[in-house]
Structures are given as structure tokens and as C-alpha cells.
């Protein structure tokens, strides 16, 4: 008895496994990507000076990411967990009216307020530090 599925059949076993491998070398090269991104950045950070200019903070920002984990257990129970993390920016305004944005420590986020002036210390797209004028 021959059983035969048609053509449609036959195009699906050779899509499938083209569209399988696209698709792992698309994620394989976005992560690639993004691994030479931040290593030339890490590279030209550790290059640049390490400079303090005077600055005013001129804005703060939280960005929260929530993220689910699943997780079976022995008797095939689902769990969920759920997580998330903040990364907190901050903008300074130096004297030339340049505005520069860095990501900043939950500790010192906390202890910015806008308007606040002082010297910006930084290397690159790294922040190192602000030292705020008492007075």
C-alpha cells in the first residue's frame, strides 16, 4: 500500500529544517553581535581619560525589567517565580549645555536630587562618581 501525502508534505520536511537553522543562526548572531558591541565599548572605556568636569544633575530615571521563571518539581507540580531587577540612570548637564546620560548604583541613585551641581567624574560611558557642592 503506498501512502502518499502530496507535495505539500514533501515541501514542509524541507522548510521546516531551513527555517530551524535560520532561525539558530539569526540568535547566534545577534548574540555575537552584541558580544563584539561590548567589547569594543569596554575597550574604548578603559582607553578614554578619566575625566571630573563640573555638572548638574538635570534628570533621574528607573527602568524595571520583570522577569518569570518556571520551574517543575519532582511530582510535577509548576512553579513560578517571579523576579525583577532596576537599573537606574541619571542625566547630567556639564557647563559647554552637553547633556550625558550613565547608569549609577541604587545607593547614589537615591542620594541625586535634580538641580544638584557639582563634579562628574567619568571614563568613557562609565560613571565613577559625583561630588556635590555643598552650599
Known sequence: M????????NLLFTLIP?????VFFFVFGTI????????????????S??????????????DTSYHTHHHSTSDNAAM????????YYVTF???SGDRLEFEVPS???GMLVEGDRGGLTFQGT??????????
Open 49 to 62: 581619560p578619566v575625566l571630573t568636569v563640573q555638572a548638574q544633575v538635570v534628570t533621574k530615571r528607573a
Open 93 to 95: 548637564e556639564v557647563e
Open 126 to 135: 562609565r560613571y565613577q562618581g559625583f561630588e556635590r557642592i555643598r552650599g
Open 80 to 87: 513560578n517565580y517571579h523576579s525583577s531587577s532596576t537599573r
Open 32 to 47: 555575537l553581535v552584541h558580544g563584539i558591541k561590548g567589547a569594543k565599548q569596554w575597550r574604548r572605556n578603559n582607553a
Open 2 to 9: 503506498d501512502v502518499s501525502f502530496g507535495g505539500g508534505m
Open 18 to 22: 531551513i527555517l530551524v537553522i535560520f
Open 107 to 109: 545607593s547614589e541613585y
